[in-house]
């Protein structure tokens, strides 16, 4: 009778330990990381939130980071854009080839040719899937704005 309290008190003893395991991996995935970039103008928003192995992205302008300017050429304005995700992304120690969606939002849809010769440049032979979408006038002039999803590899 001995041996098989004894068994018994092994297998609980078991399985509350892998409860307990299982229960610390779930709490790691849903435990959030907010990733907050220096910004010239304080906004209450933040960059991006971790959440797993899955990078949800805000929205991001391609104001100068430094001067917080929009840049005066296009071609630029695109670059400071994908620029700012790739560093969030950098951030949450994801690359380029992370990225699953993006969406980009312009209020000038005749900017669609010179933002996609700027953004091929960002990636490889594959592309995450995206939707580029015409919209009213952006904040402060911008002709891009972009959010994304990455999924860590």
Do not use: W
């Not at 103008?41 to 104001?63: C, M, Q, W």
């Not at 979408?133 to 904040?139: I, S, Y």
Request: charged letters at 20%; proline letters at 6%; hydrophobic letters at 45%.
């Amino acid at each position: 009778m001995k041996s098989i309290c004894a068994l018994v008190v092994l297998i609980v003893a078991a399985g509350v330990s892998i409860a307990a395991e299982v229960a610390q991996k779930d709490s790691s995935q849903s435990a959030r990381r907010y990733i907050n970039l220096p910004k010239p103008v304080p906004a209450p928003f933040s960059d991006g939130v971790l959440l797993g192995n899955t990078l949800y992205i805000a929205g991001h302008l391609g104001f100068d980071p430094k001067t917080g300017k929009l840049p005066e050429d296009v071609e630029q304005e695109a670059r400071n854009v994908l620029d700012g995700v790739k560093s969030v992304l950098a951030e949450a120690g994801m690359t380029m080839d992370d990225l699953v969606f993006v969406q980009v939002f312009c209020p000038d849809v005749s900017l669609y040719t010179k933002f996609n010769d700027v953004y091929k440049g960002y990636f490889g032979t594959d592309y995450p899937a995206r939707a580029f979408v015409g919209t009213g006038p952006l904040h402060r002039g911008a002709h891009f704005e972009m959010n994304a999803i990455a999924v860590k590899r």
